[in-house]
């Protein structure tokens, strides 16, 4: 008797596994091939010369929702972040990237934020689908100084249902 309930249970442990497996290969693959993450890596190359990286960030798109909600699952965005310092002045920093982002098929505007500094918005499109943003911003400025270090981010949305609903 006892078998036949152990036998039972991991019958339906495998089942289980079994299930959930499914459920999460028909999620989709949020990034295919890796051509988003490869796109948004390339804007790397807007950083300034000599500048000095402080983090990095390019995690893989995680499946999410907003608090569990019903219809708000989905993929996370993808993302490539790197935050630096630099000597270099502020306008010259946004310059060089709005140059090389150019160079590189990026639509670019400059402008300031309401702080005054200096920032950089861009975007392009990956397979004339995939719409790919990037931004570069002060992220924090001295009072009455220089700016301490800079944020540049690009993203793209992921293939297939985007998390959301927030």
Not at 28 to 34: L, M, V
Not at 121 to 137: K, S, Y
Request: proline share 8%; hydrophobic share 40%.
């Amino acid at each position: 008797m006892w078998a036949i309930a152990v036998f039972a249970v991991i019958l339906v442990g495998v089942a289980a596994a079994v299930s959930a497996r499914h459920f999460e290969n028909n999620r989709g693959n949020p990034d295919p091939g890796g051509r988003r993450r490869a796109a948004l890596s390339d804007v790397a190359g807007a950083l300034p010369q000599g500048s000095r990286m402080i983090a990095h960030s390019s995690p893989e798109p995680g499946w999410d929702s907003c608090d569990g909600r019903a219809g708000t699952f989905g993929w996370d965005d993808v993302v490539a972040d790197y935050e630096f310092t630099t000597h270099q002045q502020p306008i010259n920093v946004v310059q060089q990237a709005a140059r090389v982002l150019r160079d590189r098929g990026w639509a670019v505007e400059q402008s300031r934020d309401p702080h005054g500094g200096p920032y950089l918005t861009g975007r392009r499109t990956l397979d004339t689908v995939v719409p790919l943003n990037v931004v570069l911003t002060p992220a924090y400025i001295v009072p009455g100084g220089p700016i301490a270090y800079w944020n540049l981010t690009a993203t793209a949305p992921p293939a297939g249902a985007r998390a959301g609903g927030c």
